[in-house]
T-cell receptor, first 111, second 115 residues
Framework: AQRVTQPEKLLSVFKGAPVELKCNYSYSGSPELFWYVQYSRQRLQLLLRHISRESIKGFTADLNKGETSFHLKKPFAQEEDSAMYYCALSGFIGGNEKLTFGTGTRLTIIP | DAGVTQSPTHLIKTRGQQVTLRCSPKSGHDTVSWYQQALGQGPQFIFQYYEEEERQRGNFPDRFSGHQFPNYSSELNVNALLLGDSALYLC??????????????FGPGTRLTVL
């Protein structure tokens, strides 16, 4: 069975401070991991995926298979980072497969 | 390209009724996935359609059914509505053959309220 856990429902960080949103997963095979973001009044959109190894809007995430984690990090938070963040897992490499989402973390950046 | 579009935006039904939700995929996409997002939860996979057939299905009862048309648009039907079906229903489109971009793009959702 696939499971994604985001332990923090709410996270508040001061502008300029580092951000880390936690994500742990459970899956027996080799999954692909994603971070999706939803800004206020906007639709859910892909932020980054582990196979692309990109840094998007200053965010990075490293897949740690030993700890089954895929934490999202940014060294210096900006006010525009305030949003709802969802970690998601696909059982196959390739974003076209069904996604299993965590319950999300609402990130608020304090000016 | 307007991206993924869904209709209607909001819908109110009563228990026992039936509902149909619609989705038009992003231009160039041929695969449509449906998700249910209850309040305070992450999206939960319902099923996926490709080449007019149900390709994958999540843990949802048979009351949830779907269809994909030759133009790749899709419908989600829910019969015998229950109060617990109240949720935001999201549609996502993608294309397995689209080199370099097999990402799922989400629509704005349809908010279903069952009274």
């Amino acid at each position: 069975a696939q499971r994604v856990t985001q332990p923090e429902k709410l996270l508040s960080v001061f502008k300029g401070a580092p951000v880390e949103l936690k994500c742990n997963y459970s899956y027996s095979g080799s999954p692909e991991l994603f971070w999706y973001v939803q800004y206020s009044r906007q639709r859910l959109q892909l932020l980054l995926r582990h196979i692309s190894r990109e840094s998007i809007k200053g965010f990075t995430a490293d897949l740690n298979k030993g700890e089954t984690s895929f934490h999202l990090k940014k060294p210096f938070a900006q006010e525009e980072d305030s949003a709802m963040y969802y970690c998601a897992l696909s059982g196959f490499i390739g974003g076209n497969e069904k996604l299993t989402f965590g319950t999300g973390t609402r990130l608020t950046i304090i000016p | 390209d307007a991206g993924v579009t869904q209709s209607p935006t909001h819908l109110i039904k009563t228990r026992g009724q039936q509902v149909t939700l619609r989705c038009s995929p992003k231009s160039g996409h041929d695969t449509v996935s449906w998700y249910q997002q209850a309040l305070g939860q992450g999206p939960q996979f319902i099923f996926q359609y490709y080449e007019e057939e149900e390709r994958q299905r999540g843990n949802f009862p048979d009351r949830f059914s779907g269809h994909q048309f030759p133009n790749y648009s899709s419908e989600l039907n829910v019969n015998a509505l229950l109060l617990g079906d109240s949720a935001l229903y999201l549609c996502a489109s993608s294309s397995p053959g689209l080199a370099g971009d097999d990402t799922q793009y989400f629509g704005p959702g349809t908010r279903l309220t069952v009274l």
